[in-house]
């Protein structure tokens, strides 16, 4: 059975960083596309960021641009998500995803998450 399992989040304070991890078992999904969602109390969830598994493409959120940093190791069947410059509204479940991608080119979900990682931010 396939599994996601998130960690590294946690409490800092404005400003601090982080970086997630997403480790995937039961199955391979080194030729899938896979994501970064988060999800803030009482709000959707969105995405924050997606890379490609054949060519490495990283795209993000404009929220995130210039802070963020999602990265793929397929050796550790491993997922990440580095974030620098955190502010109080970043705080969220973030949870990893596999997906793929539309004929436009847009990362859609596949029905794999993790049980997501909890961040929160203090101003």
């Known amino acids: 059975q396939a599994q996601l399992a998130e960690s590294g989040g946690g409490s800092v304070q404005a400003g601090g960083s982080l970086k997630l991890s997403c480790v995937t078992s039961g199955r391979t999904f080194s030729t899938y596309h896979m994501a970064w969602f988060r999800q803030a109390p009482g709000k959707d969830r969105e995405i924050v960021a997606s890379i490609r598994w054949n060519d490495g493409h990283m795209t993000y959120a404009d929220f995130v641009k210039g802070r963020f940093i999602i990265s793929r190791d397929h050796a550790k069947n491993a997922l990440y998500l580095e974030m620098n410059s955190l502010q109080p509204n970043a705080t969220a479940v973030y949870y990893c995803?596999?997906?793929?991608?539309?004929?436009?080119?847009?990362?859609?979900?596949?029905?794999?998450w993790g049980q997501g990682t909890l961040v929160t931010v203090s101003s």
């Open positions: 995803n596999v997906g793929a991608e539309d004929s436009s080119g847009t990362y859609y979900p596949l029905g794999y």
